[in-house]
């Protein structure tokens, strides 16, 4: 009961605060007929623009971790039938074609002729640095050495066959630069 009502419905003083409604109570029958009800295109887009620029606080991101963690979280125990597995791979294979990727590459980007200020930058570095890092602490086993070693194997490094001090970020304006000055010398 709100205590912020009026009358004779006024918080602590009406006759049912505190108290559970009883089970054939007209509110509760509705509310059980209307469960797993499906809810209607417009009534999922007032849920979803109420729902608009509200924060969940921390602490309640913790309640929540808990109560889907462990024991709690439906797929505790259970592994994915191999027709859901099947389906999800088919899925995958759809998403990630070669006539995807090239929609999503080039003038399609998202970030393409984006361009981040180096505060922008500098908070994305530290994001990814120190302990926060994927790899902290960790090394790469023999295996995944070998494999990227092999993967680099017949590629022509982006450098080959220049000389002087290059710099990778606009490498061929430098090259230029260094090459004249010592031409000059």
């Known amino acids: 009961m709100s205590t912020n009502r009026k009358g004779k419905h006024a918080g602590k003083d009406h006759k049912m605060f505190g108290k559970k409604l009883p089970a054939n109570h007209p509110f509760l029958l509705a509310l059980k007929k209307k469960k797993g009800s499906k809810l209607s295109e417009a009534q999922k887009i007032k849920i979803s623009i109420s729902h608009l620029g509200k924060k969940i606080s921390e602490e309640t991101k913790i309640k929540l971790s808990k109560l889907n963690s462990g024991k709690n979280n439906p797929m505790w125990g259970r592994k994915q039938s191999p027709e859901t597995i099947a389906k999800l791979r088919t899925r995958a294979n759809k998403r990630w074609t070669v006539e995807a990727r090239k929609n999503w590459s080039g003038n399609n980007h998202h970030n393409f002729g984006k361009t981040w200020s180096d505060s922008h930058k500098k908070k994305i570095g530290n ?29 022509i490094p982006w ?19 260094i090459n004249e000055r010592r031409t000059s010398v």
């Open 127 to 155: 994001s990814v640095s120190g302990s926060k890092n994927g790899m902290w602490g960790k090394k790469h086993s023999n295996h995944s050495i070998m494999k990227m070693s092999l993967s680099h194997k017949g590629h």
């Open 159 to 177: 450098n080959k066959g220049s000389k002087g001090l290059i710099v990778a970020c606009n490498k061929s304006l430098k090259l230029k630069q």
